[in-house]
C-alpha cells in the first residue's frame, strides 16, 4: 500500500492554525484520500496529558530542558501511536505543529542549542519529517490581538513580545534553511486569500503523486 504523506501546519499563537488546517483537510478529503489529524504535543491520550502539564500556569517553574523533553515525550507517543501506523496504512497526516515547532519555541524562543533539538529529533522519529509543512505569517502584534480574543493565556501564551518575535523569527529562517519542504503563507491577507493559496498548496501535492 502506498504510504500516506505528513503535512504539518506551524505558526506563533494567533496565524490561524485550527480554522485554515480544517480546510486543508477538506480540500484532501475530496481528492479522494483519507486525512487523519493530529496536534502537538497530544495526538494520545497520554500525549493529552503532557499538554495539559505543558500549558497549564503553575507557580512551580518548568527548566527549559524538562520544557523540551517533555515535548519529545509527547512527540515519541504520537509518532509511534498515531502517525507512522496511519502513514503506513495509506492515511495522510495533518498536523498542527511537529519538530519545528520545538525548533522555534524551545531553540529561537528559549534559547536551547539547535543541535540538541535536532539530537532529539533524531533518537525521537529519526527520518520521519513532514512532506510539506505550511508556516501561517503574521506580523507578533497581529498574532497576539488575535490569540487575546481567544480567553485567558495559557502559559506559553504569557510569554512577552521578545520571546515570540524570536520565535518567528526562527520559523522564517527554518523556512529559508528547507525552501524545499515548507511554504510560508501570509495571514495578514483576507481569509479567503488564505485559503486559496492553501488549496493551491495541496493541489501541487496532489499532483505530484
Known sequence: MERGKFITIEGIEGVGKSTNMAAL?????????????TR??????????????LKSRSDEPIPEIAELLLMFAARSLNVNNVILPALEA????????????????????????????????????GETWPDLTILLDAPVE????????RGAPDRFEQERHDFFQRVRECYLQLAIND??????IDTTQSLEEVRHEIREIAGVLLSNI
Open 90 to 125: 495509506g492515511t495522510w497526516i495533518v498536523s498542527d505543529r511537529f519538530t519545528d515547532s520545538s525548533r522555534a519555541y524551545q531553540g529561537g524562543g528559549r534559547g536551547i542549542p539547535m543541535d540538541t533539538i535536532d539530537r532529539l529529533a533524531d533518537w525521537v522519529h
Open 25 to 37: 483537510v477538506t480540500h484532501i478529503e475530496n481528492a479522494g484520500h483519507t486525512v487523519l489529524t
Open 179 to 184: 525552501p524545499e519542504r515548507f511554504v510560508v
Open 40 to 53: 502537538e504535543p497530544g495526538g494520545t491520550p497520554l500525549a493529552e496529558d503532557i499538554r495539559e502539564l
Open 142 to 149: 497581529i498574532g497576539m490581538q488575535r490569540a487575546d480574543t
